[in-house]
């Protein structure tokens, strides 16, 4: 007993080590990204608005600008690459990303249908967060139907199926769409931007993403149990089905509140638990907060580029797909190595 607590302990060491490390380095550069863009501020302006002090100008800027939209970009990046690692730890497979069960086709239906509907900006993030639930929920309902052995390739099969069905409704919505106004807007969100957000904004992403990621890290054990396969899971005391229900549940809540707040942001949950697990190995209990860190941090690079790097900003999307295509294609070339 002895033995095994020390080395357990001896284990946990280098990942708490690594964690506080990537979390110093995430503080630094969110203070850095505050100091960046149109409107420069050095380190004292920054230092003397956080303490409540500084110009009028420089506290606008800070407090209701930039702080806003870094808090988003963070919580953006984290939950996607952590919902990213749970759901590549859960398909056994290095190529999936957050929206393999719809989740990102059905919020895209969803802020379609509140942008044709000319409904508030409020109403549309709930729109596309109901969207996405649904469209997971239809395919989690539509798979437990399915009489298949194999309930991981149902599931993708589905998945693919209801991505499908919304993507074709939501071409018709564009084709309906009035070309002027409601087009363009529709265009914007799929391109995915950070550029409007507020506090009103986030607060109510946030406790639907701690709700979701509070049982990924519950039950990090047994999702690495899942990892080796359902039989195997089974041998070991655990429930696959159950199991399996409640990561799906939890990365989709995620994945849809970040969603409904930024518009599609693609990559980030294929490529950042990639990077993630080449630093501390595929446990998920190690994966899952070095999978969060890292995407904060990528996110909130990106964002920065995306505002400072042209005169008019770079959608989200745009710049996403620039750095996670040559990853992928390195990915397949080479192959699984590495991913156990």
Same mark, same amino acid.
């Given at each position: 007993?002895?033995r095994?607590?020390t080395?357990e302990m001896?284990n946990?060491?280098p990942?708490?080590?690594?964690?506080?490390?990537?979390?110093?380095?995430?503080?630094?550069?969110?203070f850095?990204?505050?100091m960046?863009?149109?409107?420069?501020?050095?380190?004292?302006?920054?230092l003397? @608005? &956080? /303490?409540?002090?500084? *110009?009028?100008?420089a506290? %606008?800027v800070? +407090?209701?600008i930039?702080?806003?939209?870094?808090?988003?970009?963070?919580?953006?990046?984290?939950?996607?690459a952590?919902?990213g690692?749970?759901?590549?730890?859960?398909f056994r497979n290095?190529?999936?990303s957050p929206?393999i069960?719809g989740?990102s086709?059905?919020?895209?239906?969803g802020?379609?249908?509140?942008?044709?509907?000319?409904l508030?900006?409020?109403?549309?993030?709930?729109s596309?967060f109901v969207g996405?639930?649904?469209?997971?929920?239809?395919?989690m309902?539509v798979?437990s139907?399915?009489?298949?052995?194999?309930?991981?390739?149902t599931?993708?099969?589905?998945?693919v199926?209801?991505g499908?069905?919304?993507?074709?409704?939501t071409s018709?919505?564009k @084709? &309906? /769409?009035?070309?002027? *106004?409601?087009?363009?807007a %529709?265009?914007? +969100?799929?391109l995915?931007?950070?550029?409007?957000?507020?506090?009103d904004?986030?607060?109510?992403?946030?406790p639907l993403v701690?709700?979701?990621?509070l049982?990924?890290?519950?039950l990090r054990w047994?999702?690495?149990?899942?990892?080796?396969?359902?039989?195997e899971?089974?041998?070991?005391?655990?429930?696959a089905?159950?199991?399996?229900f409640?990561v799906?549940?939890a990365?989709?809540?995620?994945?849809a509140?970040v969603?409904a707040?930024?518009?599609?942001?693609?990559?980030?949950?294929?490529?950042i638990?990639?990077?993630?697990?080449?630093?501390?190995?595929p446990?998920?209990g190690?994966?899952?907060?070095?999978?969060?860190?890292?995407g904060?941090?990528y996110?909130?690079?990106v964002?920065?580029?995306a505002r400072?790097?042209?005169q %008019?900003?770079?959608?989200l999307?745009?710049?996403t797909?620039?750095?996670?295509?040559p990853?992928?294609?390195?990915?397949?070339?080479?192959?699984r190595?590495g991913?156990?």
């Amino acid at each position: 007993m002895g033995r095994g607590t020390t080395a357990e302990m001896n284990n946990r060491r280098p990942a708490l080590t690594m964690t506080g490390a990537l979390s110093l380095l995430l503080v630094l550069m969110a203070f850095g990204a505050v100091m960046i863009g149109p409107y420069e501020l050095s380190t004292g302006q920054v230092l003397a @608005v &956080l /303490a409540g002090q500084g *110009d009028e100008q420089a506290r %606008i800027v800070v +407090w209701n600008i930039r702080l806003p939209r870094i808090g988003a970009a963070l919580l953006v990046g984290a939950s996607l690459a952590a919902a990213g690692a749970s759901f590549q730890a859960l398909f056994r497979n290095p190529l999936v990303s957050p929206d393999i069960l719809g989740v990102s086709a059905g919020a895209g239906l969803g802020a379609v249908v509140g942008i044709f509907l000319a409904l508030p900006v409020v109403a549309i993030q709930v729109s596309a967060f109901v969207g996405g639930m649904v469209a997971v929920g239809v395919v989690m309902l539509v798979a437990s139907l399915v009489r298949n052995t194999d309930r991981t390739l149902t599931l993708v099969l589905i998945g693919v199926v209801i991505g499908a069905l919304a993507g074709a409704m939501t071409s018709l919505l564009k @084709v &309906l /769409a009035d070309p002027y *106004d409601q087009l363009p807007a %529709i265009t914007f +969100w799929f391109l995915g931007s950070l550029a409007a957000i507020t506090d009103d904004d986030l607060l109510p992403a946030l406790p639907l993403v701690v709700i979701g990621l509070l049982p990924l890290a519950l039950l990090r054990w047994r999702v690495n149990v899942l990892s080796l396969g359902d039989e195997e899971a089974s041998s070991l005391g655990v429930e696959a089905g159950r199991t399996r229900f409640f990561v799906i549940a939890a990365a989709t809540l995620i994945t849809a509140s970040v969603t409904a707040l930024a518009g599609v942001v693609g990559w980030v949950g294929l490529v950042i638990p990639h990077i993630a697990r080449m630093i501390v190995g595929p446990g998920f209990g190690r994966l899952l907060p070095a999978s969060a860190l890292i995407g904060a941090g990528y996110l909130l690079i990106v964002d920065t580029l995306a505002r400072t790097i042209a005169q %008019i900003e770079v959608p989200l999307g745009v710049l996403t797909a620039v750095i996670g295509a040559p990853f992928f294609v390195w990915l397949l070339a080479r192959g699984r190595r590495g991913w156990s």
